[in-house]
């Protein structure tokens, strides 16, 4: 092992990438080189100067077929008596221990462009090597600055990396696996030299930065072409804007879908960095971005509606079943291809625009099959709403089972009012109010709640609960006593309730539950864990000891909260991935504009879910149906959906199960009661709440409903998450659980969630 360790040392050159000329018509040259091949035996000579010179007397002769004795007598009068071992340069590769004999600089050149004639005429090859380029960030740039030598679209290459190769860049990036742990910058510079020895290589092996911004685009002669090819956000802005400064046209590649990016700040010296998809991002306030708060500024700038799906999926993955995103060698080597192109026409004044293009090889090379318009399954879509003659219908057939006194317009307005700002899954507002007969008649509108989650309409039952107990609670306020009578709602039928009114004798035992109507909110910021005293709980305990059988059960031990937080968790990233769950989530639930939200005033705004700026760029991401298909399918990811759930748990002070005696409609109807009444108690208190209970319903769509809309897959999860469930908490498993929630201390939202105006869903 020793002599592993000497050789290994005693042969590293991980900083050389400069090869040594030799000209022996030169005799110190001449003597240095007969010293260095004496020296080492191990060093290998590669002579095939006369082939190169065969090449020239053809390339100075196309017109003519040579024969052997005509090439003969050329290279002849070419040597003009210098023998050929003289002629021309040996150059020496110190990190191979090769010696390479070549045409001097003119002659190499000349013959090495020949066949880009005339594609490339001899004065445009002339112009191009006077030019110099830079190439920031070395993976897709490695192919990027190959292709530009190779092609010698210029003279002068500088090479800005901070990182070394590691075996998954060889994925995508040409070299050999001995190079492993070397700087990208050596690697590259050697491969150039190897492929041209006379073209200058100036590398930085700290990547860019402030201490060598400078000397990057003005050292020696300032940059003619910036080619921007690397993963941090602070130096794609601060090159732009020294290249702004500079008038020096900047080009991108972003390896996905061919998309090449131009920015000619040449001819534009006032255009807006990245055509303005960085507004508000300059060199100073750059610095002090944390990388969550890059996430949004990287997406606008790549375009995220317009990348690929699968890149979208890989995304979602990041971190969770992959570490980066992906990038192909294919795409990489096009990329090198394009960049080239676009450089090489832009130096030769040939291309003037700026502007974002796609070479896109799925759009371009694929089955000339018409796409099929996506179409929303018809069973996805809602019925229609109940209309106003509907519901007088159905309101004129109920057969009263309790006297009713008249209440004033403004009395049942303010009932109606305190009615609608129950909560609802999906802030779906489930609900229309009908005043006739002296009676207010409850119902559920399904157009409103329709969705994979609400299955057998059992949480829109427990919001029309909710929303009766905010009538109740207002109405004691008022000085009316109500009569409730909850009508059957197997089948899902539309009339739920109907509340009769009597005068109360006694005002005087009116609690504050109706102020703390105005004041509930779903509060999704995250806080900070603390105990909540136990008079707390207990309070909230026994808040519901008269609601039909109602139950509430606490859990603040913290191995449990974090298995059922994961459970929990599972079942959020089930849905969202699940077609009908994503769907229903996003394109009919979130609500991802200020306009949007203050047009439809339901569904849940982006800005009340308590996330950063990065995790709603993620969200949009996630918004392409495709992409998670693609996940779903074939990944079998999604974990990433998780986390927001996980972060409100492990932030949490407890977590409440609501359960009810046994599965039933009306148990649910009457549930919400009693989720209401210990919302309200819980934000009176100043202790914020937030529902985290998809899987009360999905369970109840494993246990009662068959599992319907659940593939093998689904069945399994759910079958396992329901006897984690049951294995946490036993003594719920004769019980019907209804409604989960996480209790902690935190800063209220800025942002309430909209309600429909009282005349869309009351009718006097």
Not at 756 to 761: E, I, L, M, Q, Y
């Amino acid at each position: 092992m020793e002599i592993i360790k000497r050789r290994k040392y005693s042969t590293a050159q991980n900083d050389v990438y400069k090869p040594t000329f030799f000209r022996l018509k030169n005799a110190p040259e001449k003597q240095a080189f007969e010293s260095l091949l004496s020296s080492d035996d191990a060093i290998t000579v590669h002579d095939e100067i006369l082939g190169q010179l065969r090449e020239l007397i053809k390339s100075n002769n196309p017109a003519i077929k040579l024969t052997e004795s005509q090439y003969t007598s050329f290279i002849d009068a070419h040597l003009n008596g210098t023998s050929p071992e003289e002629y021309g340069v040996w150059v020496y590769y110190p990190w191979n221990r090769k010696i390479v004999h070549l045409l001097d600089e003119e002659e190499f050149v000349e013959i090495r462009t020949n066949r880009n004639r005339y594609k490339i005429t001899r004065e445009e090859q002339t112009t191009l090597r006077n030019k110099k380029i830079g190439v920031v960030g070395l993976s897709v740039g490695q192919s990027i600055a190959l292709t530009l030598v190779m092609e010698r679209t210029c003279g002068e290459i500088r090479l800005a990396d901070f990182d070394t190769a590691e075996l998954s860049n060889l994925n995508r990036i040409r070299t050999s696996v001995h190079n492993l742990g070397l700087p990208k910058t050596i690697i590259a510079a050697r491969e150039i030299a190897e492929i041209d020895p006379f073209i200058t290589v100036k590398i930085f092996n700290d990547g860019l930065n402030a201490s060598n911004m400078e000397e990057f685009f003005t050292g020696g002669g300032k940059l003619d072409m910036l080619v921007e090819v690397c993963d941090g956000l602070d130096i794609k802005i601060i090159s732009r804007f020294k290249a702004r400064e500079l008038q020096i046209p900047v080009v991108m590649d972003t390896n996905d879908r061919g998309m090449l990016d131009v920015e000619r700040f040449d001819l534009q010296p006032d255009r807006p960095i990245m055509h303005g998809l960085a507004a508000g991002l300059d060199p100073e306030n750059i610095r002090g971005l944390s990388n969550e708060e890059k996430i949004p500024y990287i997406l606008r700038m790549v375009g995220a509606e317009n990348i690929s799906t699968r890149l979208k999926a890989s995304m979602i993955e990041v971190e969770q079943s992959v570490n980066t995103w992906p990038q192909l060698a294919s795409s990489v080597v096009l990329g090198g291809a394009l960049t080239t192109d676009v450089c090489r026409r832009i130096l030769l004044g040939q291309f003037h625009d700026s502007g974002r293009y796609y070479i896109d090889l799925d759009e371009l090379v694929g089955d000339k099959i018409a796409p099929v318009p996506t179409q929303v399954p018809a069973e996805y879509l809602p019925p229609r709403p109940l209309s106003k003659e509907e519901l007088f219908q159905l309101a004129d057939h109920y057969q009263p089972k309790h006297e009713s006194e008249s209440i004033s317009d403004e009395q049942i307005g303010q009932l109606v009012n305190a009615a609608i700002w129950a909560p609802s899954g999906g802030n779906s507002q489930p609900w229309k109010f009908v005043y006739r007969h002296d009676r207010l008649f409850v119902f559920h509108d399904l157009s409103s709640s329709y969705s994979f989650l609400d299955f057998n309409s059992l949480g829109s039952y427990i919001a029309l609960g909710a929303a009766i107990e905010n009538i109740i609670q207002k109405a004691g306020e008022l000085g009316i006593a109500c009569q409730i009578d909850y009508l059957p709602v197997a089948g899902q039928k539309p009339l739920v309730a109907v509340v009769s009114f009597s005068r109360k004798v006694d005002n005087t035992s009116v609690s504050e539950l109706s102020r703390a109507i105005g004041i509930r909110l779903t509060n999704r910021n995250l806080g900070t864990r603390e105990q909540l005293a136990p008079e707390v709980y207990d309070q909230l305990i026994h808040s519901i000891d008269d609601y039909d059988g109602a139950r509430l059960d606490i859990v603040s031990e913290p191995s449990q909260m974090a298995e059922l937080g994961d459970i929990l968790a599972t079942t959020e990233k089930l849905v969202l991935i699940h077609p009908r769950g994503h769907f229903d989530s996003f394109k009919k639930e979130l609500r991802w504009t200020e306009e949007e939200n203050k047009e439809k005033r339901d569904g849940v705004d982006v800005a009340t879910l308590g996330i950063t700026k990065g995790e709603v760029a993620a969200l949009r991401i996630a918004n392409d149906s495709e992409a998670i298909q693609f996940v779903r399918d074939t990944i079998k990811g999604g974990n990433a959906f998780k986390k927001m759930a996980l972060k409100a748990v492990a932030a949490a002070s407890a977590l409440g199960v609501v359960s009810i005696p046994s599965y039933s409609e009306q148990g649910f109807l009457r549930g919400g009661r009693a989720v209401e009444r210990i919302w309200l108690e819980a934000n009176l208190r100043g202790v914020s709440f937030q529902p985290i209970t998809q899987f009360t319903f999905l369970l109840a769509r494993l246990m009662h409903g068959n599992g319907e809309g659940f593939d093998s897959y689904y069945m399994e999860q759910f079958s396992s998450l329901k006897d984690r469930f049951f294995h946490l908490l036993p003594h719920l498993e004769n019980r019907q659980p209804i409604f989960i929630f996480r209790l902690c201390k935190a800063e209220e939202p800025q942002i309430k969630a909209l309600r429909k105006a009282v005349d869309s869903v009351f009718i006097y």
